[in-house]
């Protein structure tokens, strides 16, 4: 299908399967019922697993196993920390480069909030191609916006009825380590420019640059030999920009995990190992009303 065959797109996929195989997990962290369907109605993806006992090797296939349940704690701490904005007061919610996210449907939102899902048309077709044959209703008013993160996404987003002036949880869940240095710039400055006091941002980096033995590790390898997705390639390679210290001089307070905090504190999720690709990831919880999350 256009948009998720091929480049980043499939790396949406790649997230869909994991979190299919998550949620028949015996000890789930998250639950995405509509996660499998999307990965069985994309011909490149028809024959990856879905579930636990289809993953050659089990959880010791750095692939489905490792990095599968990296994908699965991210979901759930990220689920947490909308719903919290979200019952916090937040009143919109604004997904970035939205990709597969089925949030809208799948979670528990207080009545009146409004769910932004921008992404490339190509990915949002797809998405709705496969929900409208599973005849999903969403759980709060859904907007999706088809627009390039890379083009004039304020302006689509306005159009469509988002308010300014009211508080809002965004979410970049996997999509800076893609985007150029200038892009992410502007992605920072245009969510602070587009939040309310009282809104938050979610949202992860890979520090770099990465080593020749990171890269030869074992999920790069076990992603390149399985689906054939070379995710190092995929990744921009300049110099990070500082979002986190450009937050904080725009008054945002912003607190810094790695995966691994939350892997110890579910008991669930990969924990450190040496040449690991999952060691640069951090993520980031930042609200602009000035307390910590």
């Known amino acids: 299908m256009p948009g998720v065959e091929d480049g980043v797109g499939l790396t949406a996929l790649m997230v869909a399967a994991a979190r299919a195989i998550e949620t028949h997990r015996p000890d789930a962290l998250a639950g995405d019922t509509y996660a499998e369907h999307f990965v069985r109605t994309a011909r490149v993806s028809a024959t990856w697993p879905v579930r ?38 937040a009143r919109q919610v604004v997904l970035l480069g939205a990709g597969l996210d089925t949030r ?14 921008i992404d490339r048309d190509g990915v ?23 627009v390039d993160l890379r083009d004039d996404w304020a302006h689509a987003l306005l159009s469509r009825g988002f308010d300014p002036a ?79 210290g450009h937050l904080r001089d725009r008054g945002w307070s912003v607190t810094v995990h790695t995966p691994f905090d939350f892997a110890r ?10 040449n690991d690709a999952l060691s640069s990831n951090r993520w980031m919880f930042a609200d602009k009303s000035g307390t910590s999350l």
């Open 124 to 146: 949002l077709k797809f998405k709705q191609h496969v929900l409208d044959g599973l005849a999903a209703v969403p759980a709060a008013t859904r907007r999706p916006i088809a």
């Open 52 to 89: 636990p006992e289809e993953v050659t090797g089990g959880d010791a296939n750095p692939l489905w196993g490792r990095l599968g349940r990296y994908f699965g704690l991210r979901t759930r701490v990220l689920d947490d920390s909308l719903t919290r904005s979200a019952h916090a007061g």
């Open 166 to 244: 009211v508080p809002t949880a965004w979410l970049a869940e996997g999509l800076l380590l893609y985007l150029p240095p200038a892009a992410e710039r502007r992605l920072i400055d245009t969510v602070d420019h587009l939040s309310a006091e009282g809104s938050t941002l979610f949202f992860e980096v890979k520090l770099g640059p990465e080593s020749p033995e990171v890269r030869a590790g074992p999920i790069y390898a076990a992603t390149r030999r399985q689906i054939g997705v070379d995710l190092p390639a995929l990744f921009d390679r300049e110099p990070r920009p500082d979002s986190v």
């Open 104 to 117: 809208a449907f799948r979670l528990g939102w207080p009545p009146g909030l409004v769910v932004y899902e």
């Open 265 to 274: 504190r579910h008991g669930r999720g990969p924990l450190p190992e040496p």
